[in-house]
């Protein structure tokens, strides 16, 4: 079994009875030391006297006078939001418990980069045993927002930050386009095409988020996302599922839809709904899937015996913003299942 995703901080927890992630003292660490919270030379006495007491007893009770004491308002504020965050991971007991209650809530009142690794950690968990890199690579898009091209027929993902990071430091190149269509000055970009003849390059570099991956119909990554939103749903739901890609949805008997994003919600509801969606919209849809259920009496009366479809559309500047949460809190599923 190979080893991937060291970034993800999965070495800091530990797997309890149901394999879920017991947060453990070690992966609250590794949020104090993150740079906003990590003293520096101008730090001042209470303030490190503030992080000392955290890395020694990280589940330790803060209260306002303690935060009031730090003498810099802009690390002040820092403390408090990854207090906020050190509360609910701890309150809930593990990474899954604390991701259903933030997602779950009226208001996310967290950084977005503390969800998205937070569905790091609990993919590699998830996906432990995994030994098909398609798959793995196929998974970062719950994670990481990516950056659509569909040129010559094709649907290629790759990592928003890491094209715009390759933008900054190189010239136009295999994905140059992929920049002509955002807007980003031309530098090159060269990022390689994961594929079944070369996949096994992802092992050294799966902490890079450096490769491409081509979601068309019929390719293996749409078939290894279908994979991974099964294992997803199954992991926190206990209920097991079959996803399929399909081209379209041709069903008159249209019961139940989940948009996989903000934009692909947005269209499936227009389309339900009969409204006459234009040409633009149809063309953000990416990928279309049928869920179907292998217990049917898990999901409400209503939808037994019907499919659930799923959509990922991308932004109209051709960005993908998966909002995973979705899977979880709009299945049809009987109270309590």
Same mark, same amino acid.
């Given at each position: 079994?190979?080893?991937?995703?060291?970034?993800?901080?999965?070495?800091?927890?530990?797997?309890?009875?149901?394999?879920?992630?017991?947060? !453990?003292?070690?992966?609250?660490?590794?949020?104090?030391?993150?740079?906003?919270?990590?003293?520096?030379?101008?730090?001042?006495?209470?303030?490190?006297?503030?992080?000392?007491?955290?890395?020694?007893?990280?589940?330790?009770?803060?209260?306002?006078?303690?935060? @009031?004491?730090?003498?810099?308002?802009?690390?002040?504020?820092?403390?408090?939001?990854?207090?906020?965050?050190?509360?609910?991971?701890?309150?809930?007991?593990?990474? @899954?418990?604390?991701?259903?209650?933030?997602?779950?809530?009226?208001?996310?009142?967290?950084?977005?980069?503390?969800? &998205?690794?937070?569905?790091?950690?609990?993919?590699?968990?998830?996906?432990?045993?995994?030994?098909?890199?398609?798959?793995?690579?196929?998974?970062?898009?719950?994670?990481?927002?990516?950056?659509?091209? !569909?040129?010559?027929?094709?649907?290629?993902?790759?990592?928003?930050?890491?094209? @715009?990071?390759?933008?900054?430091?190189?010239?136009?190149?295999?994905?140059?386009?992929?920049?002509?269509?955002?807007?980003?000055?031309?530098?090159?970009?060269?990022?390689?095409?994961?594929?079944? &003849?070369?996949? &096994?390059?992802?092992?050294?570099?799966?902490?890079?988020? &450096?490769?491409?991956?081509?979601? $068309?119909?019929? *390719?293996?990554?749409?078939?290894?996302?279908?994979?991974?939103?099964?294992?997803?749903?199954?992991?926190? !739901?206990?209920?097991?599922?079959?996803?399929?890609?399909?081209? $379209?949805?041709?069903?008159?008997?249209? !019961?139940?839809?989940?948009?996989?994003?903000?934009?692909?919600?947005?269209? /499936?509801?227009?389309?339900?709904?009969?409204?006459?969606?234009?040409? @633009?919209?149809? *063309?953000?849809?990416?990928? /279309?899937?049928?869920?179907?259920?292998?217990?049917?009496?898990?999901?409400?009366?209503?939808?037994?015996?019907?499919?659930?479809?799923?959509?990922?559309?991308?932004?109209?500047?051709?960005?993908?913003?998966?909002?995973?949460?979705?899977?979880?809190?709009?299945?049809? /599923?009987?109270?309590?299942?």
């Amino acid at each position: 079994m190979r080893d991937f995703w060291k970034s993800a901080g999965f070495n800091l927890l530990e797997a309890d009875a149901e394999g879920k992630l017991a947060v !453990t003292a070690d992966f609250l660490r590794a949020y104090f030391t993150r740079p906003e919270i990590h003293p520096i030379d101008e730090s001042g006495p209470n303030e490190v006297a503030l992080f000392e007491a955290l890395m020694a007893d990280p589940f330790m009770a803060v209260d306002e006078a303690g935060l @009031e004491a730090i003498e810099d308002p802009d690390t002040r504020e820092n403390y408090r939001v990854v207090l906020r965050f050190r509360d609910q991971l701890a309150e809930a007991g593990t990474v @899954e418990g604390a991701y259903l209650a933030i997602v779950r809530s009226d208001r996310i009142a967290l950084p977005p980069v503390f969800i &998205d690794q937070m569905v790091h950690a609990i993919l590699r968990n998830i996906l432990g045993s995994a030994t098909d890199p398609i798959r793995l690579r196929a998974a970062e898009i719950f994670f990481r927002d990516q950056m659509v091209s !569909t040129e010559e027929g094709r649907v290629m993902l790759a990592d928003d930050e890491i094209v @715009e990071m390759y933008s900054e430091t190189g010239g136009l190149g295999g994905l140059g386009q992929l920049l002509v269509e955002s807007g980003t000055p031309l530098k090159q970009v060269e990022l390689d095409v994961l594929a079944e &003849d070369n996949k &096994d390059i992802y092992w050294d570099r799966s902490d890079r988020f &450096d490769t491409v991956i081509d979601l $068309r119909f019929t *390719q293996p990554a749409l078939d290894a996302l279908a994979r991974v939103i099964e294992s997803w749903v199954v992991h926190f !739901t206990g209920v097991n599922v079959r996803v399929h890609p399909v081209q $379209r949805i041709d069903d008159e008997r249209w !019961t139940w839809h989940i948009g996989l994003d903000a934009e692909a919600s947005r269209i /499936l509801n227009g389309l339900y709904e009969g409204r006459d969606m234009g040409f @633009e919209d149809m *063309q953000q849809i990416i990928a /279309l899937f049928r869920m179907t259920f292998e217990d049917p009496d898990v999901v409400r009366p209503s939808v037994r015996g019907r499919p659930v479809y799923l959509g990922l559309a991308m932004s109209r500047d051709r960005k993908l913003k998966m909002k995973p949460q979705n899977l979880l809190i709009n299945l049809p /599923l009987i109270s309590g299942t």
